[in-house]
């Protein structure tokens, strides 16, 4: 039974990317006395998932554990949606929260539906208008925005493709986003690496984030949908040029489980020089290992929201991206798959020199890391627990804040 005056706010999620996001948020209402908070995981990645939900001490009411190794969206879609509904059924949530753009938001979005219960939808409006382009992302997040009744808009851009598609700017409330707010609670200058062999890599002298020693640390993390096959193909090759070419650079390698990632990329990466290669880190030491790199090469959606605030440039190998802000900032370069165009424009930001200066920034156009406390006060606006509509992401101001000495 529900105290009265509360509310039963439900988080769903199942991914790593999303528990990352979801943290700050499930914190904020659980210090909320208005909410009663619950958490239910897919697991539609497992280990990754339980990482992050160690490193933020998030407690999970429900466990729907639908991993299975190399599953299709259709498999993660039905689990969901067979697993999801029987919980809903017995909790009756006054609001389901998902994330983001993955099968298990969906999958969970339309669960809600089917049951009546309200949904908010937690980065909402992020768009390519291509429905290939990311894979499966820009259709997963389409039919959660369409299902939800609360819109939270990472951005004012986000804000303004909701509105283009006519929902009502009473559901939609720009908050920045989550991203941010977990990183900042995470990035530290004196952060002290749990896994051994980044304590031993990042051993060199020099200020904690000193990136202009004789050798530049190039993070690499590649996973996405649409790259299997000739993209991957075409990221391993470049890689495997810029680790013999050049003798300024070490690459610090993520690699991502999934076998089509996972099996070109290490046969690429075999015995190159200069090269170090790792299953994915706990977020944190993830994180701080980004803030002390020169540049990134990515095609991570989260990536392009992260590293403005710790000041890192990204080389992001996608055709297409929904975060156009990253672009428009000069934070991120868009060079697709394609050998060539990673070679070129990774040589030319090792160079340094303005063009490399200008993507260091000094704000971070996706938030202040005080989003999470704004999705919890619109849910308590909806709610009629308080009367005043929440303040947006830069209506305070322009925003942004970067980590101290980066």
Known sequence: MVALGKI?????????????????????????????????VTAQHREMLDQVLDCFSI??????????????????????????????EKERPDMLLVHGDTATTAASALSAYYLKVPCGHVEAGLRT??????????????????????HFAPTARAKENLLKEGFSQETIFVTGNTAVDALLMTVRDNYAFKNPRLRAI?????????????TKDILVEVHRRENFGTGMEEIGRALRWIAENRE????????????????????????????????????????????????????????QEEAPSVGVPVVLCREKTERPEAVDAGVVVLVGTR????????????AGGPDYEVMRPGKNPFGDGFAAKRIVDAILYRYNLICVRPHEFGEEG???VRIQGV
């Not at 991914?15 to 909320?32: F, H, Y």
């Not at 554990?65 to 993660?76: G, H």
């Not at 208008?129 to 039919?143: C, G, H």
């Not at 990042?202 to 004789?214: E, K, N, Q, T, V």
């Open 202 to 214: 990042l051993s060199r002298p020099g200020a904690p984030f000193d990136r202009a020693g004789s």
């Open 398 to 400: 322009d925003g942004g």
């Open 129 to 150: 208008y291509d429905k290939y382009a990311p894979f499966p992302e820009e259709a997963m997040r389409k039919i959660a925005d369409d299902i939800s009744d609360l």
């Open 339 to 350: 050998f060539s165009a990673i070679t070129s424009i990774v040589s030319h930001l090792l």
């Open 59 to 88: 407690k999970v009411d429900y466990d729907l554990d639908i991993m299975d190794y190399n599953q299709s969206l259709a498999q993660v879609t039905v689990r969901v949606l067979e697993r999801l509904t029987p919980v809903l």
């Open 8 to 40: 039963k706010v439900m988080s769903v999620f199942g991914t790593r990317p999303e528990a990352i996001k979801m943290a700050p948020v499930i914190k904020a209402l659980e210090a909320t006395p208005e909410v009663e908070s619950r958490v239910a």
């Open 248 to 303: 300024d650079v070490r690459l610090l390698v993520s690699v991502h489980p999934n076998p089509n990632v996972r099996e070109p990329i290490m046969r690429w990466l075999k015995g190159a020089p200069r090269t170090v290669t790792f299953d994915p880190l706990d977020y944190p030491d993830y994180v701080n290992l980004m803030a002390r790199c020169y540049l990134v090469i990515s095609d991570s959606g989260g990536v």
